[in-house]
């Protein structure tokens, strides 16, 4: 299974391991820390015996600002702190900046810190973006840096013909995260650790008791890879998933939901009473209601979206979760499910127009 999964996204098949860990903040987690202690055992110590309190480099983390929340809680679990997390600028389209990374790697080397790796966007949860992926592999081969990607949501898009090139240089990350759980829709929970270096994963977590050296098969047992040591299957569903698809089947359901987040945001452009507010990015659409010609005041505005994907909840109809983005509210549409299709694009055109309408009316008599 974990060499399908590899296969399926381009990830090199040859001496790699998958780890089938419980998402993909786990996965996450688990590159991080295999990072870290590469990163440590490279400049001549070991994190394992020192730990974090024996007054070496700091050891810095970088990532895109639009990284997902649980970049920032690996670094607070392995004791990095936030301090020594790099939240590197964004451009226009919510990708990661190379010559702000560039200039932060470097700032940090002359203040004698070790930088130990690179986390990479292979789809940002808020927007879709795919952050320049060979560009950001250049930077890390460059300066000898772990790149990871987490592609917790978007890796699989390496499979839609209109992505595949963006997704090219997963080839050359150390480590990268994808989920079952989500847009191959396996049952919870299952996300995929893929690294290119298991043996640093090894070196980081293997720790063999008396008590279990019996009996340990010629396969190598995934406790030593990883932090947990008693471990489901959780190879089975992915195995049923990719074997009822196939490489064509799961290329066509991420193609599919792609293509309906473009025809959103063409429907939504086409909308007098619509506003995007980022260009749709694999299969994720932000958009919000903005009712022409009414007194509504920015905040106002907020409220009303805040409304409108509460009352899409409650209607059983579909599911329309709020965020920010450049700090206006905004309704945020992922299509991931296998179902979706054109039909789904336009009920929701149709419901968020409907209940915006008079939810605006009550808001303004109000
Ligand atoms: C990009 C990204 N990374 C990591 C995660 C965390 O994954 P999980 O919820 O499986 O721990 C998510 C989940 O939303 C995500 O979108």
Known sequence: VGRWIMELVGFPVEGSLCLLLSGGSAANLN??????HHAAERDGWNL?????????????????????SSVQKCVEQLGIGTNNLREIQAD??????????????????KAGHLPFAIVACGGATNTGAIDPLDEIADIAAEFGIWLHVDGAFGAWAALD?????????????????????????????CGALLTQ?????????????????????????????MFQLTYGNRALKVWAAIARLGRKGVAELVTRCNGLAKLLEARVRAMPDFEMLAPASLSVVNFRYRP?????????????????SNAVSESGESHLPTTRVHGKTSLR?????????????????RLVSRLGSSLADQLESA
């Not at 590159?31 to 870290?36: E, G, I, K, S, V």
């Not at 394992?48 to 997902?68: F, I, N």
Request: glycine share 6%; net charge negative.
């Open 31 to 36: 590159a991080l820390t295999a990072a870290c």
């Open 48 to 68: 394992r015996a020192e730990g974090l309190q024996s007054g070496r480099q700091r050891l810095v983390l970088y990532a895109s600002e639009e990284s997902h």
């Open 92 to 109: 226009a389209g919510f990708r990661m900046r190379p010559d702000a990374l560039r200039q932060a790697i470097e700032r940090d080397l």
């Open 161 to 189: 013909p209109s992505y595949a090139g963006e997704f090219k240089a997963l080839a050359r990350a150390d480590s990268v995260t994808l989920n079952p759980h989500k847009w191959l829709q396996v049952p919870l929970d």
């Open 197 to 225: 270096h298991p043996e640093l994963h090894r070196a980081a977590f293997s720790l063999t008791p008396d008590y279990l050296v019996s009996g340990h098969s010629e396969a190598p047992w995934p406790c030593e890879y």
């Open 292 to 308: 022409a010609g009414r007194s509504l005041d920015g905040a106002a505005i907020d409220a009303l979206n805040v409304r409108i």
């Open 333 to 349: 549409a992922c299509f991931l499910h296998y179902e979706n299709d054109e039909s789904d694009v336009e009920h929701l055109v």
